[in-house]
């Protein structure tokens, strides 16, 4: 219980508040599996990068055609706002985005409140496979080459964990966990 009574189910762990987690990493790495998970197990709100993006985004997309940097910057700029707007209301947040960059990692820094990074790291056979048997996604799987020809790994200075996702999604989640533990 905390001070004000208010019971938490023991599960539940928070981060401090403001504290937001970006769950990032190319297609087919698990993002919005893992960001659900621990949401849940957080008790933070969740959002999915994907519902930020413009139409013509999503249209560059379903054809196949990879977004340049000039098509990325709204839709950086609309995920950083939004977590804004969570630290500005009082509550910590988990967002996927694949923040393939680091300069689309700044730009997500950008926002108020601490921004920490989950980054689901694979094989681009078992990322192509994943993204094979999934349905329902605009993200064709001939995009994940260009999506690993961007990715620019986390760098020791960024706030952030690399975890490798051919473990079970709660393991990566009791890893995250274990981090945040760590890091308060």
Not at 33 to 60: C, S, W, Y
Not at 149 to 169: H, K, N, S, Y
Request: aromatic share 4%.
């Amino acid at each position: 219980m905390d001070a004000t009574g208010d019971a938490r189910a023991e599960s539940t762990q928070r981060p401090p508040v403001a504290g937001h987690l970006v769950v990032m990493g190319v297609a087919g790495s698990g993002k919005t599996t893992i960001a659900g998970m621990l949401a849940a197990r957080l008790g933070l709100d969740v959002a999915e990068a994907d519902e930020f993006h413009p139409q013509a985004n999503i249209d560059k997309m379903s054809a196949g055609t990879p977004l340049t940097d000039a098509d990325r910057a709204p839709w950086l700029a609309a995920i950083r706002d939004w977590l804004t707007g969570e630290t500005d209301a009082g509550r910590s947040a988990v967002v996927t985005c694949s923040a393939l960059k680091r300069t689309y990692r700044d730009v997500l820094r950008g926002a108020h409140g601490r921004v920490r990074f989950v980054h689901l790291d694979g094989s681009p056979e078992l990322l192509a496979d994943r993204m094979a048997h999934r349905s329902g996604h605009f993200m064709p799987t001939t995009l994940l080459p260009s999506q690993l020809a961007t990715l620019e790994p986390l760098t020791d200075d960024e706030d952030g964990i690399r975890i490798d996702v051919a473990a079970a999604p709660e393991d990566i989640v009791a890893s995250v966990l274990a981090w945040l533990a760590d890091e308060r």
